[in-house]
């Protein structure tokens, strides 16, 4: 019984991507918060996952920014051309 308390690497590795997309319960969220807080490889894992999310959507944006840039470029362009 005392292996069910145990919370290991795989639960956190586990919990991280329903936590990110909040699937996890509050007993989940709180034993995974716990143990990042132990556990700097889980944690650098956790940060990664968040982050690569997090750029995820930056990215769409900056790729509309740069789509909307380059028009503006190709306009001077022609503009120049003409
Ligand atoms: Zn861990």
Redesign the pocket.
């Known amino acids: 019984m005392d292996k069910a308390s145990e919370y ?2 795989a639960d ?1 590795r586990e919990a991280i991507p329903r936590w990110l997309c909040e699937e996890a319960s509050s007993e989940e969220v709180h034993a995974l918060q716990q ?1 990042l807080r132990e ?1 700097p ?2 944690h650098a894992s956790f940060l990664a996952s968040s982050a690569s999310q997090f750029f995820g959507t930056q990215d769409a944006k900056r790729q509309a920014a740069h789509h909307a840039a380059r028009i503006s470029v190709d306009d001077v362009g022609v503009a120049r051309i003409a």
């Open positions: 290991v690497c956190a143990h556990c490889d889980c």
